[in-house]
């Protein structure tokens, strides 16, 4: 395909009711804002699996006012020998554009594709090619659609009751992650290691650690499981000596584990000690005692599941 430049990326979302805030978090810390919408523009380019509710990504080649435009363009495409099809992505409405019905996102297809000098494959093509209709603009290019890796995650060797789910995961560790690079990580309250497998599966440098021994070897268990690699020691927060970027930290809570508010105090100020940046996991409301421990909440959300609610929150 020859090379043309990519003027911005559109991103196509979908969520759960109980996710939705979790869902525009995640948005604000990959993009730097937040939409209504299920449709988000951006200048960013960010690898769709990566999050759990972005369903694929357009890298825009060319936007017209009419399909006319779009398929003038893609005539000058030079795709060489390889196959293609054309996929329109009106499929449900996308903010305040109205889905397209099915015989008609067809006709689009074929307009595009009757101008192109390549060979056409529906079933198996060597690209894809999008096309997408949003507020009266037609936005054309290479479409590149999210796979659900986190789905693969959800059956583990070892199972907690009351670990995060693997999107929640996933999410959360975009939010304290939002660009990888150079930036070492820590969840040191790691349980069987939910936080870990999602964010090792994104290539994040991330450690693990948690007072609990069989926890630690259900955390190694899991994450080798994936065939990922990531290092789990056995150990108390307040143990830890290196200093990290940020940390992850699902509080924690259940029947077994009797943790005082002065444990829990205690944790958020070894986070504090420990990392520059902090995204907190809690059942309660710990406000004062983020506070307390020198921490400003940048950003937060509510995640429900049912009546249970659990709260992230951005510290720094």
């Given at each position: 395909m020859t090379k043309t430049q990519v003027s911005s990326y559109v991103y196509t979302y979908t969520w759960q009711i109980d996710e939705a805030e979790l869902c525009k978090l995640e948005?604000?810390?990959?993009?730097?804002?937040?939409?209504?919408?299920?449709?988000?523009i951006s200048p960013e380019k960010i690898e769709p699996s990566r999050s759990p509710?972005?369903?694929?990504?357009?890298?825009?080649?060319?936007?017209?006012?009419?399909?006319?435009?779009?398929?003038?363009?893609?005539?000058?495409?030079?795709?060489?020998?390889?196959?293609?099809?054309?996929?329109?992505?009106?499929?449900?409405?996308l903010?305040?554009?109205?889905?397209?019905?099915?015989?008609?996102?067809?006709?689009?297809?074929?307009?595009?594709?009757?101008?192109?000098?390549?060979?056409?494959?529906?079933?198996?093509?060597d690209i894809v090619l999008g096309v997408v209709l949003n507020n009266n603009r037609w936005y054309f290019?290479?479409?590149?659609?999210s796979e659900a890796i986190w789905?693969?995650?959800?059956?583990?060797?070892?199972?907690?009751?009351?670990?995060?789910?693997?999107?929640?995961?996933?999410?959360?560790?975009?939010?304290?992650?939002?660009?990888?690079?150079?930036?070492?990580?820590?969840?040191?309250?790691?349980g069987i290691g939910t936080v870990l497998v999602e964010a090792l599966s994104m290539g994040m440098d991330i450690v693990g650690s948690d007072i609990n021994p069989l926890v630690v070897k259900g955390s190694r268990t899991n994450i080798a499981h994936f065939?990922?690699?990531g290092e789990v020691v056995k150990g108390d927060i307040a143990q830890i000596t290196e200093s990290y970027d940020v940390a992850i930290i699902d509080m924690p809570y259940n029947l077994f584990t009797h943790i005082s508010i002065d444990q829990q105090f205690s944790i958020?100020?070894?986070?504090?000690?420990?990392?520059?940046?902090?995204?907190?996991?809690?059942?309660?409301?710990?406000?004062?005692?983020?506070?307390?421990?020198?921490?400003?909440?940048?950003?937060?959300?509510?995640?429900?599941k049912g009546t249970f609610e659990r709260q992230v929150l951005v510290c720094e």
């Open positions: 948005m604000r810390s990959l993009f730097g804002f937040d939409v209504a919408s299920n449709l988000l509710f972005i369903r694929s990504r357009l890298d825009v080649l060319h936007e017209a006012d009419d399909i006319a435009a779009i398929s003038h363009f893609a005539q000058g495409l030079e795709l060489g020998e390889a196959t293609f099809k054309v996929l329109c992505l009106n499929t449900v409405d903010g305040d554009t109205k889905k397209i019905r099915q015989d008609e996102r067809h006709q689009v297809e074929r307009e595009i594709a009757l101008t192109m000098h390549a060979e056409p494959d529906l079933k198996n093509p290019g290479h479409l590149v659609e789905l693969k995650h959800q059956q583990k060797p070892e199972m907690y009751s009351t670990a995060l789910s693997t999107r929640v995961a996933r999410a959360v560790a975009n939010i304290a992650i939002p660009n990888p690079v150079d930036v070492r990580a820590i969840d040191p309250c790691c065939g990922l690699h958020i100020k070894e986070a504090r000690r420990i990392a520059k940046r902090v995204v907190l996991v809690t059942i309660e409301t710990i406000d004062d005692m983020v506070h307390d421990a020198g921490f400003e909440i940048k950003d937060r959300c509510i995640v429900r």
